[in-house]
């Protein structure tokens, strides 16, 4: 067999990377091994390709920095690679048999410059620099994130105040319980974007670690300086065992749990808002341009885009799943990120491209205000006001109160199947039941609670649905997304301004030959 044919695999390809004549393996990867798992790699370039240009530019300088690569090797070596770093994706020639995005790299370097190409592997295992580009992918997508989460809540607190005073049901298991505020009810949904945006940005600490320079898993002999190269790639700081460098099970768990907690909120709202939708609540309508209308059926105007959202959490969810499935590994098997390398990511696409479809559906919708303050006083929602009247006026427990409402509720509904509210007579008949005499409470206090408004304004404490508590509330918020976006717009600042640097000093040294 000659030379050329030893270094050619069974579709007759060339033999990828560390493969062929002379290396370990006698012959090049099978195809169905290319079709079945490099392929797979290779289709995560687009979520990788910045990230591993930045990551062997760094590499590259602090191998020299610290006296590993000879400067003059060094020098062309940084020059190629800046190079490389201004080649489209597009019109960069990815061959799945050379294993991944790295590999493909490293051989269009060799095939400019064979005599220092080699230098880009020193110091570091295969999955070093994609595991780094991930995590420059997943900060760069949750500080997208971010921004959408922000809008979110942003368009729920502007819906809140507009609608400080307009008096809905709220309702538990889709049944009246208690006249509230439309507002109120918003921002029940603002205050969970809220934590969402607190655990972005603990995630985006731990994730904004450099799992780079590890030698390999028990670190090197070669002086590599790992605080450094974090420091080239704009991470806060550097993983500090090198094995657990190597593979957390939990980064990727942890960042689609975030994910899907953002995705839950907006599913809850949403699946809320599908049902107002229906004709039987008809509480609230889409914007046309949330909607999508029936092929087949010319009246229906579907709300699809809440359909979507609720889709979209189901999907996350699996993702979530299949990410702790991945991990469940001895905890030396490194191959399995490669899962995660374009999952997440793809993941991360999602929520924030729903997270801004959702901010966009709020904006538009269109509310019944004057069906909300009709429905409000309906189904007997002044029942647990009216058992703390009872409960005040008459000295009662609470349980007994409630026991004296309930029944006066039941003696209404027996009389009329109809009715709305417990009348006076209703009231004194259970109390003449429960109690064996009637109750001494003042008209004037029970046709009070005939009004749902003024129920609503009765809810002065902290976080109630009452005017005060409601304004306070939307200034907390306000202040909160003011605090979260200036971190955010804080921190693309000191990303772009390190990469802009890295990109500089390689330029510079590469051009110093």
Not at 132 to 138: D, F, G, N, S
Not at 198 to 220: K, M, T, V, Y
Not at 424 to 444: T, W
Request: glycine share 8%; proline share 4%.
């Amino acid at each position: 067999m000659s030379g050329d044919e030893g270094n050619e695999n069974e579709a007759g390809r060339p033999a990828a990377k560390g493969q062929g004549e002379g290396a370990r393996l006698k012959e090049g990867p099978a195809r169905e091994l290319v079709e079945a798992s490099f392929a797979r790699e290779i289709a995560d370039a687009p979520i990788l390709y910045r990230g591993l240009s930045l990551a062997d530019l760094a590499h590259v300088l602090m191998l020299m920095e610290v006296g590993v690569v000879p400067d003059a090797a060094g020098r062309a070596l940084l020059g190629h690679l800046v190079e490389l770093n201004d080649v489209a994706l597009d019109d960069f020639p990815l061959n799945p048999t050379l294993e991944d995005v790295y590999s493909n790299r490293e051989a269009w370097v060799k095939a400019r410059d064979e005599a220092v190409a080699g230098w880009m592997g020193a110091g570091r295992p295969r999955r070093e620099p994609a595991t780094i580009a991930y995590r420059i992918a997943v900060r760069d997508r949750l500080l997208d994130l971010a921004v959408e989460i922000v809008a979110a809540a942003e368009a729920l607190i502007a819906q809140a105040e507009q609608h400080q005073n307009t008096v809905m049901p709220d309702y538990t298991y889709l049944q009246p319980a208690t006249p509230t505020s439309l507002a109120h009810y918003l921002l029940s949904f603002a205050y969970p974007l809220l934590r969402d945006l607190d655990r972005l940005r603990e995630a985006f600490s731990r994730n904004n670690q450099c799992p780079g320079g590890i030698g390999n898993i028990n670190g090197s002999r070669l002086p590599l300086d790992r605080r450094r190269l974090a420091d080239l790639l704009a991470f806060d700081g550097a993983v500090e065992n090198t094995r657990d460098a190597m593979w957390q099970v939990d980064q990727p768990v942890e960042i689609l749990t975030q994910a899907l907690t953002h995705l839950l909120h907006l599913d809850r709202l949403a699946e809320d808002l599908q049902i107002w939708n229906t004709q039987e609540f008809g509480l609230v309508e889409l914007a046309d341009r949330h909607a999508r209308i029936s092929m087949i059926m010319p009246q229906k105007k579907n709300p699809y885009s809440l359909a979507f959202v609720r889709g979209i959490t189901g999907s996350v969810m699996g993702r979530l799943v299949s990410m702790a499935a991945v991990g469940k590994t001895p905890s030396a098997q490194m191959d399995n990120r490669i899962f995660a390398l374009g999952e997440v990511p793809r993941a991360l696409d999602d929520t924030i491209r729903t997270s801004r479809l959702m901010a966009g559906v709020l904006a538009g919708l269109r509310f019944d205000t004057d069906l909300m303050r009709q429905r409000a006083g309906k189904g007997f929602t002044q029942a647990m006001d009216l058992a703390e009247l009872v409960m005040q006026s008459e000295g009662l427990s609470y349980r007994q109160a409630h026991r004296l409402v309930a029944l006066a509720v039941r003696l209404e509904l027996e009389a009329d199947s109809k009715a709305d509210s417990v009348s006076r007579a209703r009231l004194d008949d259970a109390a003449q039941h429960v109690l064996g005499r009637s109750l001494a409470i003042d008209e004037a206090a029970l046709q009070s609670l005939r009004d749902p408004a003024e129920v609503v304004s009765t809810r002065t404490g902290m976080g109630g649905a009452a005017s005060e508590p409601i304004g306070a509330m939307i200034r907390e918020c306000r202040e909160a997304l003011a605090g979260h976006s200036a971190w955010r717009r804080e921190t693309v600042d000191r990303l772009r301004t390190k990469e802009e640097a890295l990109l500089g000093l390689a330029r510079e040294v590469a051009a110093s030959a």
